[in-house]
């Protein structure tokens, strides 16, 4: 993820054997920098809502959340679903996906690719210029 960007996170919450929305959610998302005990908690959004039971509600199954951050990274993003008001869940089940800047680098410099390939264009019609 780039530096000093904001980022946004739309989530969507369905019943799991169609495509209806679920409504009444209880949930948290959590972005670390690790999957690991060892990996730092970069957001936390329960606690930067001041949740004192570390869930939130989404009524209409529906949650966006922004982001920015501070350097160039991958991050793991931990969605915790908590069910909903009218079915409840004593577990916490997590979704966790990996999330990567989606700018590539090239695997090599870009400035010696592009003098070598004038180079041998150079040699080309050097060649072409020489010949009778």
Known sequence: MANGTDYTFN????????AKPLKDVNYNI??????DSSGNE?????????SPNNMLHSANGNVTI???FKEIQSAIVVIQFYGTNSA?????????????DSRTIPEFPLAPVILASSLVTAI???????RP
């Open 11 to 18: 989530v969507s919450f369905f019943e799991p054997n169609s």
């Open 30 to 35: 959590v972005i670390t920098n690790s999957l």
């Open 42 to 50: 970069l957001f936390n959004a329960a606690k930067q809502a001041n």
């Open 66 to 68: 922004k982001y920015n």
């Open 88 to 100: 409840p869940s004593n577990q916490q089940h997590e979704f966790i996906y990996q999330v990567v």
């Open 124 to 130: 080309v019609v050097r060649i072409m210029i020489k």
